[in-house]
Every structure is written in structure tokens, then in C-alpha cells.
């Protein structure tokens, strides 16, 4: 964003952009005291910053990817816990009803992907992210991303805008075979998605609208985002 400021407090309309996410997540009901991770050296930043909001911080020491910041709240979540949505700051649509939809799953894993037609205009938000891979029967199979993409697999127009639903005693049994052997070097949440399929699951797509995924991850981004409030 070429700032110092963390991207979840950019505003968006004169709001912090996680304002609009916090507020679906306390309107779906589903947690009434959800988690937010943070890194170490924003953490007083956010907390002054969402005071208003009944959170629980856990931090993320060092920023080894998204696999990685959900094993970090383990430890918070506890053990009672039947299911786990993983949210992300910069994507400030997603509604109260989609959260309460994916919580009613059933699946070890459940995504909400979005498709588009083609990757222009505001679209060109979609283009660097995660495609979601099928196999002959249609099944969700993986989430390829973007920089280990294929040419084929970057023409595909279902991608995932990151939101996931865990039942937690798989999602625990399974983050410790999360990996980093890729262009990032990172454990990505999303590996998870490929286990689901080897091990003979179900994995959940509940699709969603594009404007509803919109993710912000630029200065120009933001200025879309706006533009289709």
C-alpha cells in the first residue's frame, strides 16, 4: 500500500477497511469474541484502533504465511471449538449471511470462491490470485496460486478469495503437513485444500459474487473498491 500504516486500518470510505469485516463477522453471530493475528509490531496499533470491538489478539512472530498465522491461534481457539473460519482484513464485503452460510457446512473444508468472466476493467483485482483446479467430475481438487500457476491454470476464472471454513479436529490434525516448497517460501492455508482431495473429502465451494470477494491490496485497488460501494 506504500505506507506504514497497516493495511487493515486503510480507510475505505473514511473507515478502516476491517471495520466493514468485523462488523459482518458480529452480525452473522457467529463468534462473539473472534480472533484477530497480528504481527508483533502492529499489535498495540490495532488494539488502540479497534477498541470498540469485543477481540481476542494472538500475535504471529514471524510472518511465514497463511498456514502458519492460523497455527499461531491454536493455542486461543482451544479445543472446544467444532469449526474455524479463516478471514482476511482486505477483504471488507464479505457479508454477514456468507460468514453464517460457510459456518453451517458440514465438509472438513469448505471454500467461497468467485467467478468472473474475464480479468479487465475492475476485474484485473482478480487476476493474481489463487485458481481453484477441478477434476473430471467437477470436484474441487486444489487451489493453485498464482505465482506456481501453469499457463493453463491461469486461464481458469475461479478463484479463491481466501475465506475458508475448517471443521478444527481435521484442520489440527492436518496444518502440520503444511509445506513451504514454493515460489514463496511460505505455508500456505490453501495446501490444505489438495490433502482434502487425497484423503477422499468433500471440499465445500460456496460460491460468491465478485464485488462481494473484492480484495484491496493496492493504493489503486482501494480506489475501486470505493468506487463500488
Known amino acids: 500500500m506504500g505506507s506504514d500504516l497497516p493495511k487493515a486500518l486503510f480507510p475505505l470510505k473514511g473507515r478502516p477497511m476491517i471495520e466493514y469485516l468485523l462488523d459482518s463477522v458480529f452480525s452473522s453471530g457467529v463468534d462473539a469474541e473472534p480472533i484477530l493475528v ?3 509490531d502492529r499489535e498495540e496499533m490495532m488494539r488502540q484502533n479497534l477498541a470498540k470491538y469485543n477481540l481476542r489478539y494472538v500475535l504471529q512472530k514471524e510472518q511465514l504465511g497463511t498456514g502458519h498465522a492460523a497455527a499461531c491461534a491454536r493455542e486461543a481457539i482451544g479445543e472446544t471449538a467444532e469449526n474455524i473460519i479463516v478471514l482476511y482484513c482486505d477483504h471488507p464485503f464479505i ?9 453451517e457446512e458440514k465438509n472438513v473444508l469448505t471454500l467461497m470462491p468467485t467467478r468472473v468472466e474475464d480479468f479487465n476493467d475492475w476485474r484485473n483485482n ?5 485458481r481453484i ?7 474441487i481438487k486444489k487451489i493453485s496460486e498464482f505465482k506456481d500457476s501453469t499457463d ?3 486461464n481458469i476464472t475461479e478463484v479463491n478469495p481466501g475465506i475458508m471454513g475448517f471443521a478444527s479436529a ?27 482431495f487425497e484423503q477422499d473429502h468433500q471440499v465445500g465451494g460456496q460460491i460468491i459474487e465478485p464485488m462481494e470477494a473484492m480484495g484491496i491490496n493496492s493504493q489503486e485497488e482501494l480506489k475501486i473498491a470505493e468506487s463500488l460501494i
Open 170 to 196: 481435521w484442520l489440527w490434525e492436518n496444518i502440520a503437513k503444511l509445506k513451504n516448497e514454493n515460489a514463496q517460501q511460505e505455508y500456505y492455508l490453501t495446501d490444505l485444500v489438495r490433502l482434502a
Open 152 to 154: 493453463e491454470e491461469k
Open 95 to 103: 457479508s454477514a449471511a456468507s460468514i453464517k452460510k460457510i459456518a
Open 133 to 139: 483446479v477441478r477434476d473430471a467430475e467437477n470436484k
Open 38 to 40: 497480528v504481527s508483533q
Open 126 to 130: 482478480f487476476f493474481h490470485w489463487g
